[in-house]
């Protein structure tokens, strides 16, 4: 092999451009030509909704702003909602047509081990602790799926690859949606197209990445990238509205995800937080009628999803 091509990492480059990848991160911020099945280049998403009454209160604040919602997730977990819940909050989603994607639990970080306690091993937090807490996980989501929920954020990538394997089996509903958390921390174009073979639907990228390298992630897979426009405190704290018609146009199709800076983390969450719950809902629903009207400003072209008719049955839709 000749080792004279210039620059020394030139070899590498032409290598991976021939399994697919991009050749680095594209700073040249190239339009996306990927699309929603619908034609819509973004949809929106409200985030940490946890349980009923959460959810009826992004419907009274969305009413109130203006706002459309195509998706609302949650973080405490299935495991930490009652069947009654869990009946509730699909039939709300059923109301609208929403998806309501639920968190696959439990995790490292709530169990008995130590090492998600420590100043290094925080990593672990969010994963399957063992293999009983794979099966529980998968258990998990065979009740959600049981109850009429068919979206689930998944954080383990073991999880994930059971989940993808049983939804290919039959075994779980063929068009669940297997929506990958921040949580994942998957930060480049490889990582995350390994993600999107072992099953993933959606993904929520991690939210310090720059528009460059969510360019090149988004050659180098076709599914929804979830972007947080503003990021709770805990994974960064980040207020990018000035960058919404470029994440809409470098990454779509793309979930504009709505969090909050500068307020509690409240997982696990319960009956106990729920007013807190409850009005942090109802701010993500204020800033998200900001960074629409800004969106609307910068790039009026931008092209949303219609939202589904009410009623529709789009618990969980790709």
């Known amino acids: 092999m000749d080792g004279n091509d210039g620059n020394g990492m030139e070899r590498t480059r032409r290598f991976v451009a021939g399994l697919g990848l991009p050749t680095g991160d594209a700073h040249a911020l190239p339009s996306s030509t990927g699309r929603f099945p619908d034609g819509g280049q973004y949809r929106i998403e409200i985030p940490s909704v946890e349980g009923p009454a959460a959810l009826r209160a992004v419907y009274e604040a969305a009413d109130a702003y203006g706002v459309p919602v195509h998706r609302v997730s949650q973080g405490s977990g299935v495991m930490l909602l009652l069947d009654a819940e869990l009946d509730e909050m699909a039939a709300l989603g059923r109301e609208r047509g929403i998806e309501i994607s639920l968190f696959v639990g439990p995790r490292a970080g709530w169990d008995t081990g130590a090492m998600a306690y420590s100043a290094a091993g925080r990593v672990v937090a969010p994963k399957a602790r063992g293999m009983e807490q794979v099966v529980q996980g998968v258990e998990e989501v065979r009740r959600a799926c049981d109850r009429g929920i068919e979206s689930v954020l998944v954080t383990d990538e073991g999880v994930l690859s059971v989940l993808g394997e049983m939804r290919a089996a039959g075994e779980l509903p063929a068009g669940l949606i297997l929506k990958g958390s921040v949580m994942l921390a998957a930060a480049n174009p490889v990582s995350i197209r390994l993600l999107e073979r072992l099953g993933l639907t959606t993904y929520n990228v991690p939210t310090d990445l720059s528009l460059a390298q969510l360019a090149a992630i988004r050659q180098a897979t076709s599914m929804p990238l979830d972007v947080y426009v503003e990021v709770p405190d805990d994974v960064g704290g980040f207020v990018r509205h000035y960058e919404i018609a470029e994440l809409v146009r470098v990454c779509a199709p793309i979930y504009l995800k709505f969090g ?46 219609p939202l589904p008719g009410v009623g529709e049955a789009a618990v969980g839709r790709r």
């Open 260 to 305: 909050l800076r500068n307020a509690p983390n409240i997982y696990p969450s319960g009956t106990h937080l729920e007013a807190t719950a409850v009005a942090l809902t109802k701010e993500r629903l204020r800033r998200a009628r900001i960074g629409l009207d800004l969106l609307g400003r910068l790039d009026p072209g931008a092209v949303m999803s």
